[in-house]
């Protein structure tokens, strides 16, 4: 471990993000695809993971397919289907002749009497027909159990009250046919006459069925199922605010502050770099005053007594400038450009994932108006709904009010509500299409391997890389960097450039401290005419104050490139953002659109609610 006491953080995708995307990821997993094939140039296996997102793709766009084309079909056929074609609550038209025939003979009000059970109510057990007691035992789960007394007087009360009832009902529709110059029609009455509370039953959840409190039943659950679904589409949109445009926006600052703290590190390693090339360039031009020639240096004293006589030895001193430090120059420029590209990459790497992030954000204003757009569309068409219930309030004792044509609202929401609904839905089928997509790469990019986490991917993208080479050291630094500052250290060789120049600056500080401890003027004075102290010194301690600075600088630079730093900049950044933050809110949007897609198409169909004219 580099660094014992860092612990870099572990990555925990989001419980929505880890399902959702799981469920979204099975298309791929099928192909065997990868992310990470992107990055290889085998056009099989990029090909493989493309066409997997595209079926993705084309799961949802075959589901909204076919729910259009069941509400056209079901416009096309018009009042054959009822309310189910959008037409209001009637009953079911009759186009022929013969279809006239047999509705009218079985459901001629004057023809509905009391029926055979309720006759039955008032025999013996053993007198009544043997179809009647079976059907009552199949009804009852048991044996015949005769009603009492005061139930079939009940019983009998009730029909007798519902005959004249609906005799008064015809009446009505007869006068205010009447009145407006009409021709009867059993179309406008649509009694069933039936015969037991089984064909009651039957009759009652009927889509054809014309009996008026059997018409209002249907039109009352077909209302309440309309505005549960208004509701949970205005709920969901809402949500849809809240739980994805905000979080992505915010997604994108937090990005952009990242940016800027990595942007800050990349410019003080870049103006550190500057000191150093610049520190090194003068120490350059400084060693080429000093003498290295030890007769020149002190030419009265052989090189071999040189420390006895004068009491300072700069043989080690010189040894470095002469062996070492061209090298050390070298080494320098070498990891100078290294760490320019380390930098550069690392910037590189937070340009690009602020970019995705802010991307992103730039686009929510499409999210944005959507919703706000199908939040408005529905909440009139609940308007509408409304309308219509306080219309048919105000028509039901005025039998002739019934035959009006449309009204205003139901014009408006038909002819413009209703298109803007159907271009806004289909928008959103395209927005849960791309929501599918992106969470399901953003569950492979960030859920890869066991456990899984987006290093993984980052080093399977790095061995599939087959464009431009990736060196050895690059490719260490980037795993080291991501995957918790594990492997060899990542600055390394800048670190090794730090104790070399320590260890040379230690030889330098401690003859300059010898020779002033023994004086300049006494170490003249024994080295005798021409020699080159006062030089060889002077260079020495200018050559020790320029690298002093490239040493400071160097280690600025390894601060600022210390694994823990950068490897906190990743997490924050890409666990955090990219993998949690935005990840989370594309899973979360996902279900939120589905709901709202399929509460729309739900609204929809049943748009015969807002209708309260035949």
């Known amino acids: 471990m580099l660094y014992e006491n860092y612990t870099a953080p572990v990555y925990e995708p989001p419980k929505i993000f880890d399902f959702i995307g799981g469920l979204l ?226 997604a994108a600052d937090s990005m952009a502050s990242l940016f800027v703290e990595g942007h800050g590190i990349v410019e003080r390693v870049q103006t550190t770099l ?99 757009s199908t939040i408005a569309l529905t909440v009139l068409m609940m308007a509408g709904v409304v309308v219509a219930m306080r219309e048919d309030a105000r028509r039901f004792p005025n039998p002739e009010d019934l035959f009006q044509d449309d009204t205003w609202s139901e014009f408006i929401l038909s002819w413009l509500v209703l298109p803007m609904l159907i271009v806004f839905t289909i928008v959103g089928w395209g927005l849960l299409i791309a929501s599918s997509m992106s969470t399901a790469v953003a569950s492979d990019v960030c859920t890869a391997g066991n456990p899984g986490s987006p290093e993984v991917t980052i080093r399977r993208a790095l061995d599939n890389w087959e464009f431009t080479p990736i060196s050895e050291n690059t490719y260490n630094t980037i795993v080291a960097y991501t995957e918790g500052c594990r492997g060899e250290n990542p600055i390394r060789q800048l670190i090794a450039l730090e104790d070399l120049l320590d260890d040379n600056l230690d030889v330098m500080r401690a003859r300059l401290n010898e020779a002033n401890v023994v004086g300049y003027d006494t170490m003249k004075e024994r080295c005798g005419e021409g020699n080159n102290i006062d030089i060889f010194f002077t260079g020495v301690g200018n050559l020790a104050g320029h690298l002093a600075k490239v040493r400071g600088s160097l280690g600025e630079v390894t601060t600022s490139l210390a694994c823990p730093n950068i490897n906190s900049l990743y997490s924050r950044s890409v666990h955090g953002v990219l993998c949690t933050d935005v990840a989370g809110a594309s899973a979360t949007g996902f279900v939120l659109l589905l709901v709202v897609s399929l509460a729309n198409m739900i609204l929809m169909s049943l748009r015969a609610s807002w209708r309260h004219s035949r």
Not at 73 to 96: E, M, T, W, Y
Not at 206 to 230: D, E, M, N, V, W
Not at 302 to 310: G, K, L, T
Not at 322 to 340: G, K, P, R
């Open 25 to 250: 990821e099975k298309p791929l997993d099928s192909r065997s695809a990868t992310f990470t094939d992107l990055f290889s140039k085998d056009s099989t296996s990029s090909g493989a993971y493309l066409e997997g997102l595209f079926g993705l793709g084309t799961c949802f766009a075959a589901l909204a397919t076919f729910w259009f084309a069941c509400l056209v079909i079901l416009q096309c056929k018009g009042r054959d289907v009822g309310c189910a074609s959008g037409h209001g609550f009637d009953g079911a038209p009759r186009d022929s002749e013969e279809d006239d025939e047999y509705y009218t003979d079985n459901h001629d009000i004057h023809e509905l009497d009391l029926d055979e059970t309720d006759e039955d109510e008032f025999l013996d057990e053993e007198e009544r027909p043997n179809n009647i007691v079976a059907r009552n035992a199949t009804n009852s789960g048991g044996g015949y159990r005769p009603r009492s007394p005061r139930r079939r007087g009940r019983a009998a009360d009730h029909h007798v009250k519902t005959l004249n009832a609906l005799m008064d009902y015809e009446s009505d529709i007869r006068e205010a046919s009447r009145r407006r110059g009409l021709d009867f029609h059993p179309d406008m009455m649509a009694i069933p006459n039936y015969g037991n509370d089984n064909d009651y039953d039957d009759a009652h959840c009927s889509c054809f069925s014309g009996h008026p409190y059997q018409i209002k039943t249907r039109r009352r659950r077909t209302r309440l199922a309309f505005l549960t679904s208004a509701i949970l589409s205005i709920c969901c949109s809402g949500l849809l605010l809240s739980k994805v445009h905000t979080p992505i926006r915010e």
């Open 274 to 372: 500057i000191v150093v090339e610049d520190a090194a360039a003068v120490a350059d031009d400084v060693i080429t005053t000093i003498p290295f020639d030890m007769v020149e240096l002190c030419p009265a004293v052989p090189p071999e007594f040189f420390s006895s006589e004068i009491g300072v030895n700069p043989v080690d001193v010189v040894a470095f400038l002469e062996q070492e430090f061209e090298t050390f120059l070298t080494t320098t420029a070498l990891y100078v450009d290294e760490i320019q590209e380390l930098t550069w990459q690392i910037e590189n790497g937070l340009t690009e994932a602020g970019a995705l992030v802010q991307e992103n954000a730039d686009r929510l204003w499409v999210l944005y108006a959507w919703v706000v």
